[in-house]
């Protein structure tokens, strides 16, 4: 039986905490594209991988020098179904320390989501599943 959407969203989610390069690109079609909505300047001027390999090679690169994951969990997940059954979009919080100083993010400062109140109220009003922090609680 093939992988679900959901499945696959949790394996993602699983390869971004474990910051496994490989785990994350084998989830990927060969041609598929990894876009980065905010600009970063250590990617250059490209902001996107093209291609299962390139997603791999980029993240093996991006985290090679990181000797402790500073990503710590997901919280408030929201799922939106959409037309098509195997398409969702999910939208939430990364969690994540700062090993050097063990300063913690805080539960809004993620990239393009709502505090988690807001995703809350925007998960009940469009027929959306939120669901608890995941990951290590580290």
């Known amino acids: 039986m093939p992988a679900t959407p959901r499945d696959l969203l949790d394996r993602f989610q699983q390869a971004m905490l474990d910051f496994s390069a490989d785990a994350l690109a084998d989830l990927f079609a060969d041609e598929a594209i990894y876009e980065f909505v905010f600009w970063t300047p250590h990617r250059g001027p490209s902001q996107r991988y093209d291609g299962r390999e390139e997603i791999r090679v980029g993240f093996r690169a ?45 539960p809004d400062s993620c990239s393009s989501c709502a505090p988690a109140t807001a995703v809350s109220s925007t998960c009940a009003t469009t027929r959306t599943c939120c669901g608890p922090r995941r990951g290590s609680g580290v």
């Open 62 to 106: 991006a985290w090679g020098s990181v000797s402790k994951p500073p990503l710590t969990g997901f919280g408030e997940v929201c799922v939106h179904e959409t037309a098509d059954p195997e398409v969702i979009i999910s939208e939430g919080e990364m969690d994540g320390v700062n090993h050097a100083t063990g300063r913690r993010s805080p």
